[in-house]
């Protein structure tokens, strides 16, 4: 079986300061990761997903994540905060084309 | 190329009735998968479908709900003499075949409120 940990429901950041959003997974299989963004009344949009490639994963908007193995996470990041950035995020792990979601976290963006 | 569409975006019931909820996949994609998101619990898988069959139910309660995706035309997700704990938005997904675990391109999602 296979799940996601989000820590904390809610960060806030000052505009240009780094983002970071934690996720941590457990999977029985390698896994296939990824981090999504829901704007308020929309739908999931992809920021990055990990596939077993190169494990430091690009996305769009400037956040990027890296999976690390020996900790089971992987981790959110972006260097400098945009107000856009403000919404809620959700780490996902996909196993037999089944998503699990951790419960997400929701970012706000201090001017 | 069009997103994944669903239909209605909001819907009101009230309670007894039933709520049909459309996807329309991405254009070539094969996989639909439904999912609910509840107030405070994040999103929850319910159903997987590939044309005219049923891959994984196993987030899917027991009684009043169904899912089918058929030949031709949408997904439809039924649910069957709502109640009040049905209210949440619901989001489909879609992916081709061949990438089923690495590309899911989510819906705008159907809200519903039962009363």
């Known amino acids: 079986a296979q799940s996601v940990t989000q820590l904390g429901s809610h960060v806030s950041v000052s505009e240009g300061a780094l983002v970071l959003l934690r996720c941590n997974y457990s999977s029985s299989v390698p896994p296939y990761l990824f981090w999504y963004v829901q704007y308020p009344n929309q739908g999931l949009q992809l920021l990055l997903k990990?596939?077993?490639?190169?494990?430091l994963v690009k996305g769009i908007n400037g956040f990027e994540a890296e999976f690390k193995k020996s900790e089971t996470s992987f981790h959110l990041t972006k260097p400098s905060a945009h107000m856009s950035d403000a919404a809620e995020y959700f780490c996902?792990?996909?196993?037999?084309?089944?998503?699990?979601f951790g419960k997400g976290i929701t970012l706000s963006v201090r001017p | 190329n069009a997103g994944v569409m669903q239909n209605p975006r909001h819907l009101v019931r009230r309670r007894g009735q039933e709520a049909r909820l459309r996807c329309s996949p991405m254009k070539g994609h094969s996989h639909v998968y439904w999912y609910r998101q509840l107030p405070e619990e994040g999103l929850k898988f319910m159903v997987y479908?590939?044309?005219?069959?049923?891959?994984?139910e196993s987030g899917m309660p027991k009684e009043r709900f169904s899912a089918e995706f058929p030949k031709e035309g949408p997904s439809i997700l039924r649910i069957q003499q709502v109640v009040r704990g049905d209210s949440a938005a619901y989001f489909c997904a879609s992916s081709p075949w061949d990438r089923a675990n690495t590309e899911a391109f989510f819906g705008q999602g159907t809200r519903l409120t039962v009363v």
């Open positions: 996902a792990v996909s196993v037999a084309g089944k998503l699990t």
């Open positions: 479908l590939q044309k005219e069959n049923i891959i994984d």
């Open positions: 990990y596939t077993s490639a190169a494990t």
